[in-house]
């Protein structure tokens, strides 16, 4: 079955860098796009950043632009989020998920709802 397994949060300061990781197993993944995406106590879950492990191109929330960046190693079958520039706001837990693109769009890779399989969560907490 397909697995999504996260590693990688913890405590940082302001201003710090975190690296989180998504080992997904399973299935053959080059036809699926994967999602970061994050919950704040008392909010909605959000969307980060997403990516096609084909290398179609990236996608970022407008907070996370320029600060975060999403990655993959095809060989390991690995999603990475570099966190860098952190702020008190990016403290979530962070969710990693995979979609099969089938039809898609990049807007649709926004919605959480679109996505087949989920890891669990990792906590990120972002002291000032």
């Known amino acids: 079955q397909v697995q999504l397994v996260v590693s990688g949060g913890g405590l940082v300061q302001a201003g710090g860098s975190l690296r989180l990781s998504c080992a997904a197993s399973g299935r053959t993944f080059s036809s699926y796009a994967m999602g970061w995406f994050r919950q704040a106590p008392g909010k909605e879950r959000e969307f980060v950043a997403s990516?096609?492990?084909?290398?179609?191109?990236?996608r970022y929330t407008n907070s996370a632009n320029g600060r975060f960046s999403i990655s993959t190693d095809n060989a390991k079958n690995t999603v990475y989020l570099q966190m860098n520039t952190l702020k008190p706001e990016d403290t979530a837990v962070y969710y990693c998920?995979?979609?099969?693109?089938?039809?898609?769009?990049?807007?649709?890779?926004?919605?959480?709802?679109?996505?087949?399989?989920w890891g669990q969560g990792t906590q990120v907490t972002v002291s000032s």
């Open positions: 998920a995979a979609k099969h693109l089938g039809s898609w769009s990049w807007s649709a890779l926004r919605d959480g709802n679109q996505y087949d399989y």
């Open positions: 990516i096609t492990w084909s290398g179609t191109g990236t």
